[in-house]
Antibody
Framework: EVQLVESGGEIVQPGGSLRLSCAASGFTFSSYWVHWVRQAPGKGLVWVARINMDGTTTNYADSVKGRFTISRDNAKSTLFLQMNSLSVDDTALYYC??????????WGRGTLVTVSS | QSALTQPASVSGSPGQSITISCTGTSSDVGAYNYVSWYQQHPGKAPELVIYEVSNRPSGVSNRFSGSKSGNTASLTISGLQAEDEADYYCTSYTRSNTYVFGSGTGVTVL
């Protein structure tokens, strides 16, 4: 069974940093692109970033470019999102997704990041 | 990267058909056949219901169908059931090698 379990979300002050993790199991992690998607409370889904199978290619939404870094450890089947210079607009539930052929075919349950003073 | 445009809400009676539109540009929806649709029930993670415009994943009801014309994609739910009441989001791959989601549509079963 494919499982994606996010962790690392917490309350952080504006300007602070946070590192999210996503532990994958039930599939060959190194064979898939993986993404981060976020959803602010009561709002819609927003794509954040993606990384290819061996970690050599990354893409970001304009809203996070230069502040967030996506990375992966295939040996540990784990995806990361390093978030710096956080603002209140980054407050959201962050989902990890597996991407098969340009679609998000599996989603985790999300980890909540709250940016507040 | 503006969100794709979806109606805020759509409603229908049980058994009826409804269609949700998803309008983008020639740089996203109109550029590729990489439009997918997701269903999200309250408090739950989204689930894939349609991929590559019109393909249904295994296990998804054949009451869900998708299409595309130009810069607009559509999701149709036929034989509407109470369990279909949820939020629905489209997403498209873009020419910038990124993805963009739609603004989301709340479906109400009357």
């Amino acid at each position: 069974e494919v499982q994606l379990v996010e962790s690392g979300g917490e309350i952080v002050q504006p300007g602070g940093s946070l590192r999210l993790s996503c532990a994958a199991s039930g599939f060959t992690f190194s064979s898939y692109w993986v993404h981060w998607v976020r959803q602010a409370p009561g709002k819609g889904l927003v794509w954040v970033a993606r990384i290819n199978m061996d970690g050599t290619t990354t893409n970001y939404a304009d809203s996070v470019k230069g502040r967030f870094t996506i990375s992966r450890d295939n040996a540990k089947s784990t995806l990361f999102l390093q978030m710096n210079s956080l603002s209140v607009d980054d407050t959201a539930l962050y989902y990890c997704t597996r991407a098969g052929s340009y679609r998000h075919d599996y989603w985790g349950r999300g980890t909540l990041v709250t940016v507040s003073s | 990267q503006s969100a794709l445009t979806q109606p805020a809400s759509v409603s229908g009676s049980p058994g009826q058909s409804i269609t949700i539109s998803c309008t983008g540009t020639s740089s996203d929806v109109g550029a590729y056949n990489y439009v997918s649709w997701y269903q999200q029930h309250p408090g739950k993670a989204p689930e894939l219901v349609i991929y590559e415009v019109s393909n249904r994943p295994s296990g998804v009801s054949n009451r869900f169908s998708g299409s595309k014309s130009g810069n607009t994609a559509s999701l149709t739910i036929s034989g509407l059931q109470a369990e279909d009441e949820a939020d629905y989001y489209c997403t498209s791959y873009t020419r910038s090698n990124t993805y963009v989601f739609g603004s989301g549509t709340g479906v109400t079963v009357l």
